[in-house]
Each structure stands twice: as C-alpha cells, then as structure tokens.
C-alpha cells in the first residue's frame, strides 16, 4: 500500500497588488461606496494582487509548478498526473491542467481540471492521493489557479472586494509512509444559489450571468457548520485528536471564519496560518498559496500534521489530513 507524501510546494501571485484604499478610490469613481475600514473589520483583507488584462490562469499556474517541482527537485518529464483545479480555465477546452503540461514540457501524464470552486484545491489533492493509493500514479503535480479578477462585477462592492488572482502548487510522491492520512469531500447541490457565476455559452454567445453572485451570510453559515462537521469526522477516520494538528491551512475567505472555526476545534491561534490578509480569496488557489507561505517561512515543517480545508460554490467542502 503507497501513500501520498506531500514533497514539494510552490505559490505565484501576479505583481500587481491593489490595497484596500486603492480599490475604494477606484470604486469611488462609478460612485460605489467602500472602504478600508469595512472591508478589513467584515473580512480582514488588506490587499490582494490582479492579473494584468490577458494574463490566464494556465499563466499563474505554470510559475507556482516550476517552483513546486524545483523544492521537490522533480523534473516535469517525471510526472505521471497533473490535477489543476479551477474555475477560471483559460478556455471552454482542453483543460487548463493540459495547456500546463505543455509548458512544462510533460508529455504522457494524465492531466485534467477539476472544478469544485473555492474547494477545488482540496477535491484535487484527495483526488490524486486516491490515484497514488491505488497504484495508479506515482509522482503527481496538484495546482489550484485562478484569475477571479475576470470573473468579477466591479459594480457590486458585495463580492468585487473580496477575491484576488494567484496560484499554487504541491508535488506529491508515492512513499511507504504517510502521507495523506485522510480525506473527506463533501457537496450539496441544492445549495448552489448562494454563490455561482450561471453563466454559459451558447451559439458562440454568453447567455446568462456569468458574474459571480454571493449570498455572503449564507455562505459565512454554511462554511463554519460543515468545516467544523468535516474536520472533526476526517480526525476521527484517520484516529487523531485535534489537539494533534500542528497546522490549520484553512481556505482564505474571511478571518472571521477562520477565528471562529480555530476556537470551535480549539485550535491556538498561533497553529492557524492566515494569508488572507495579503492574497485576499483566491478560490482554489488560497490553501496551496497558504501552505507554501507556511512551509517556505519555516512555520511547516517535515512530519508535522497539518489540516488543509476547502469551502465554497456548488456548495463543496472538503478537508485533507496530511504528515508532511
Ligand atoms: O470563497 C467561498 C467562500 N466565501 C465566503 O466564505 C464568504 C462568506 N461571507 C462573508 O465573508 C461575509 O458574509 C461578507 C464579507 C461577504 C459580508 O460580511 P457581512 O458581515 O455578512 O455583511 P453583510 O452582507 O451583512 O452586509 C452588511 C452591510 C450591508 O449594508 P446594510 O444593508 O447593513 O445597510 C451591505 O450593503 O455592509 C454593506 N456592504 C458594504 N459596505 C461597504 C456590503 N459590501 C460592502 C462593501 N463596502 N464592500
């Protein structure tokens, strides 16, 4: 029995960072009204870094893979499967993962998309420890990547404020040892009118909107309620108490959420990695961003336990448990 083992990791965020004041000032312009102070008391972002207009997520994505597989010091020709998780693709297809692989430079490894929003991250991750168990790969790229920025109405300062772009990256390898311990993934489509982006494209049209559209306090509730229900069943399953964890890698959406879900599991707060503050939510991109923030700086170190978490559209949850 092979386990996943977490060897390298990578994050990019495009240069361009926009400060809380700066996009109030921006805002005020088309007579929207908001501010620092809002938006740092409701969601404790600061800032967070846009793409440049015709900048693509397969872009962000390749630069946050060549750092992940330069510290696992793994060439790309190694890689057997390529899992990128998005909803920002590049285009309607091929997939984003397979625009990658050719810009790394693989040829042959199983590449796809998945498509689980802000806990796409997370599906992926369990996705590609279930192939590297089952024997079906043995050295994997998993890459959450967006360009949330073109996604967005700038006119709505209920959603505009509160995303940014990025991407991150992990290699995992198959090892005698864990590893992933554990995962759990969880979704309820009938939820899925608190946060979507319902466009399409239909005889070569758009139809429908294809903004993103946020019912936030439905959304706030939701996320503590089932993040709290899934770290504590992923513990069980994998036989840990949750005094164990060394680190929380929560998806970044909100440090309120965050704060509430580290005292609901009591978590210290000095175990709990934030990112938010600087990135903003970067959808599928924010827990591999924060996770290679925490690794680089030092914080994450081998053989500790860490517990990485997903929530948003579909509505999708998820949690990884990982020795790293
Ligand atoms: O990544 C997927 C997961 N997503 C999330 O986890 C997001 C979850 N939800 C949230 O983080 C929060 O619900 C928000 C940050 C989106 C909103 O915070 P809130 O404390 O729930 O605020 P609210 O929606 O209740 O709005 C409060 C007030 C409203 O004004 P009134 O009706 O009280 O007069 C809004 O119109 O704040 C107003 N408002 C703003 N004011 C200034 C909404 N957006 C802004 C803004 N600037 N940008």
Request: charged share 20%; hydrophobic share 45%.
């Given at each position: 029995?092979?386990?996943?083992?977490?060897?390298?990791?990578?994050g990019?965020?495009?240069?361009?960072?926009v400060?809380?004041?700066?996009?109030?000032?921006?805002?005020?312009?088309?007579?929207?009204?908001?501010?620092?102070?809002?938006?740092?008391?409701?969601?404790?972002?600061?800032?967070?870094?846009?793409a440049?207009?015709?900048?693509?997520?397969?872009q962000?994505?390749?630069?946050?893979?060549?750092?992940?597989?330069?510290?696992?010091?793994?060439?790309?020709?190694e890689l057997?499967?390529?899992?990128?998780?998005?909803?920002?693709p590049?285009?309607?297809?091929p997939?984003?993962?397979?625009?990658?692989q050719?810009?790394l430079?693989n040829k042959?490894?199983a590449?796809?998309?998945?498509?689980?929003?802000?806990?796409?991250?997370?599906?992926?991750?369990?996705?590609?420890?279930?192939?590297?168990?089952?024997?079906?790969?043995?050295?994997?790229?998993v890459i959450?990547?967006?360009?949330?920025?073109?996604i967005?109405?700038?006119?709505?300062?209920?959603?505009c404020?509160?995303?940014?772009?990025?991407?991150?990256?992990v290699?995992?390898?198959?090892?005698e040892?864990?590893g992933?311990?554990?995962?759990?993934?969880?979704?309820?489509?009938?939820?899925?009118?608190?946060?979507?982006?319902?466009?399409n494209?239909?005889?070569?049209?758009?139809?429908?909107?294809?903004f993103?559209?946020?019912?936030?306090?439905?959304?706030?509730?939701?996320a503590?309620?089932?993040?709290a229900?899934?770290?504590?069943?992923?513990?069980?399953?994998?036989?840990?108490?949750?005094?164990?964890?060394?680190?929380?890698?929560?998806?970044?959406?909100n440090?309120?959420?965050?704060?509430?879900?580290?005292?609901?599991?009591?978590l210290?707060?000095?175990?709990?990695?934030?990112?938010?503050?600087?990135?903003?939510?970067?959808?599928?991109?924010?827990?591999?961003?924060?996770?290679?923030?925490?690794?680089?700086?030092?914080?994450?170190?081998?053989?500790?336990?860490?517990?990485?978490?997903?929530?948003?559209?579909?509505?999708?949850?998820?949690?990884?448990?990982a020795?790293?």
């Open positions: 029995m092979s386990y996943a083992k977490i060897i390298g990791s990578g990019y965020l495009p240069p361009r960072v400060s809380n004041d700066e996009l109030a000032a921006e805002l005020a312009t088309r007579q929207i009204e908001t501010s620092d102070t809002w938006i740092t008391e409701r969601t404790g972002i600061r800032q967070r870094h846009i440049e207009p015709g900048v693509t997520t397969s962000l994505a390749t630069e946050a893979a060549r750092r992940a597989l330069d510290d696992a010091g793994v060439n790309a020709e057997d499967l390529i899992i990128l998780a998005t909803s920002t590049d285009y309607i297809f997939s984003t993962a397979c625009l990658v050719a810009k430079g042959g490894a590449a796809f998309d998945v498509q689980a929003v802000c806990s796409g991250f997370v599906y992926a991750l369990a996705t590609a420890d279930a192939f590297i168990r089952a024997g079906r790969a043995k050295t994997a790229l959450g990547a967006e360009v949330f920025s073109g967005l109405d700038w006119n709505d300062r209920s959603t404020v509160l995303f940014g772009d990025g991407a991150g990256a290699v995992l390898r198959a090892a040892e864990p992933i311990l554990d995962a759990q993934l969880n979704a309820d489509g009938s939820q899925m009118k608190i946060l979507h982006a319902a466009g494209v239909v005889g070569g049209q758009v139809t429908g909107d294809p993103l559209r946020m019912d936030g306090q439905a959304v706030f509730k939701m503590v309620t089932s993040l229900n899934s770290a504590q069943s992923v513990c069980e399953r994998a036989g840990v108490a949750l005094d164990e964890i060394d680190w929380f890698v929560p998806h970044q959406a440090v309120r959420i965050i704060n509430f879900l580290g005292r609901k599991l009591g210290a707060e000095e175990k709990v990695v934030v990112t938010v503050d600087k990135h903003a939510n970067t959808s599928a991109a924010s827990v591999p961003l924060a996770l290679d923030a925490a690794r680089r700086d030092g914080r994450i170190q081998p053989g500790q336990l860490v517990l990485m978490q997903g929530v948003g559209g579909g509505f999708t949850w998820g949690s990884v448990l020795r790293m």
